[in-house]
Nanobody
């Protein structure tokens, strides 16, 4: 079993920054991909960014150039640095880790960007 705990969400004005953290515990392996998803009110959960075991990164177009995903392997933690935030970034952000045959989600952290 793997447990994921997100932190770092909150309320910020447009143009501001936040850094989300997701700490993994349990039977986590460095081969797992780790990523961030978000779900806005009335919308489906969608991928924001992910980082592979080899530290390759991928971003959805709407956050490219503003968000940066990174990973601390010894701490089993993934981060999402969010800059130049927009009201459209308002959502619950979820951490996910996955590999063949395994798939774990965190409980989510709220990010609210005011205009």
């Amino acid at each position: 079993q793997v447990q994921l705990v997100e932190s770092g969400g909150g309320l910020v004005q447009a143009g501001g920054s936040l850094r989300l953290s997701c700490a993994a515990s349990g039977s986590i392996s460095s081969i797992y991909t780790m990523g961030w998803y978000r779900q806005a009110p009335g919308k489906e959960r969608a991928l924001v960014a992910f980082i592979s075991s080899g530290s390759s990164t991928n971003y959805v177009d709407s956050v490219k150039g503003r968000f940066t995903i990174s990973r601390d392997y010894p701490k089993n933690t993934v981060y999402l640095q969010m800059n130049s935030l927009k009201p459209a970034d308002t959502a619950v952000y979820y951490c996910r880790t996955w590999a063949l045959g395994v798939d774990y989600w965190g409980q989510g952290t709220q990010v609210t960007v005011s205009s």
